[in-house]
């Protein structure tokens, strides 16, 4: 569903030039849950986010069911964006002048939907949450887990076959990430949705289907790292 090839992203930094991501490869198959660990700074983010069309790569490609994701043009790519991918960040994001109900159906609503249809999904979507009582609620009204389970409820929105966690669960404690993770699984489950999730903290056990370790900007899968140091 979702491959990157030979990835590198090279940032300036004054004179000298940074290797956030060298070489990266990695393949997503359908309803799969990828793990992708390591240090701050090992270049997690900065994948996460080339892989899910929001920043373009120095070299190499993402193709997304097929198509380069960075050939297409700036509309496509949005596209792509609001309806195939779906994002969870740490920080949340949600727009404190808006409700929950309205944060949920914020993605919706910038891909020119709206109306009963709209309404009556963010809705479902916010039950499936835990939020059934929150939805006039503003975010500075509710907790961090509440905050963050809205935020899974609005990526949900569109209906994405790929979902994307940047440390999602950074600001909650060891109960409240399980619950989030644990939400991610069941819903990827029932829905044959892929999740992709970058963190340095452990993930719950049995939620990933493929782990990969990140540091200094390489990528490699968890398996073949235990190999090499097993050897």
């Known amino acids: 569903m979702l491959r990157a090839e030979k990835v590198d992203k090279n940032f300036k930094q004054g004179t000298k030039t940074v290797d956030a991501v060298r070489s990266a490869g990695i393949t997503v198959s359908e309803a799969e849950r990828v793990y992708i660990h390591g240090p701050s700074g090992a270049g997690k983010s900065t994948l996460l986010q080339v892989m899910g069309g929001l920043s373009r790569p120095t070299s190499g ?6 198509e380069d994701v960075y050939a297409a043009s700036d509309k496509r790519r949005s596209h792509m964006r609001n309806r195939g991918f779906g994002f969870i960040f740490q920080f949340y994001h949600l727009l404190p002048e808006m409700s929950v109900l309205e944060n949920v159906m914020l993605p919706a609503m910038i891909g020119g939907r709206g109306g009963r249809e709209v309404r009556t999904r963010a809705l479902s979507l916010i039950e499936r949450v835990g939020l059934g009582g929150r939805t006039k609620h503003r975010p500075s009204q509710i907790s961090g887990g509440e905050a963050q389970r809205t935020a899974i409820a609005r990526a949900l ?9 940047d440390e999602p669960t950074g600001n909650l404690d060891s109960e409240r990430a399980r619950e989030v993770y644990s939400l991610v699984k069941d819903i990827s489950e029932e829905n044959g949705m892929s999740v992709v999730v970058v963190s340095h903290q452990e993930i719950l056990e049995g939620f990933a289907d493929r782990e990969y ?19």
């Open 61 to 66: 490609r993402v193709l997304f069911r097929g």
């Open 157 to 165: 929105m569109n209906s994405p076959e790929v979902l994307f966690c």
């Open 213 to 231: 370790f990140m540091k200094d900007g390489v990528l490699q899968e968890a398996a073949a790292r235990a190999e090499v140091r097993a050897a």
